[in-house]
Nanobody, 123 residues
Framework: QVQLVESGGGLVQDGGSLRLSCAAS????????VVWYHQAPGKQRELVAGITISGRTNYADSVKGRFTISRDNTQNSVYLVYLQMNSMKPDDTGVYYCNAEAGYDGHRPKTYWGQGTQVTVSS
């Protein structure tokens, strides 16, 4: 089992910056990847950025050049993943969720979700 807790959300002006944090605990040694998702009001959850245990990253086209995902795996009991968001736009408003792929259930990866953190970008 992996527990995820997001933090760092809040209100920011158009063009501003925020840094989100995802703290993973529990069976962190089984984590294969951590992904940030964004759910805008009334819309489906969409991938924003992900990082594998080896450090490989990927981004949605809409955030390339603005957002940066990074990790801190130097602590024994907590695996931290950050999402640095710069040049933010009103369209970035919504709830940001942290998702971890950790271990397998048969051939399917197990996934875990945090509770989400609200981000609001004012125009």
């Amino acid at each position: 089992q992996v527990q995820l807790v997001e933090s760092g959300g809040g209100l920011v002006q158009d063009g501003g910056s925020l840094r989100l944090s995802c703290a993973a605990s529990g069976s962190i040694g089984s984590i294969n990847a951590v992904v940030w998702y964004h759910q805008a009001p009334g819309k489906q959850r969409e991938l924003v950025a992900g990082i594998t245990i080896s450090g490989r990253t990927n981004y949605a086209d809409s955030v390339k050049g603005r957002f940066t995902i990074s990790r801190d795996n130097t602590q024994n009991s907590v695996y931290l993943v950050y999402l640095q968001m710069n040049s933010m736009k009103p369209d970035d408003t919504g709830v940001y969720y942290c998702n971890a792929e950790a271990g397998y259930d048969g051939h399917r990866p197990k996934t875990y979700w945090g509770q989400g953190t609200q981000v609001t970008v004012s125009s």
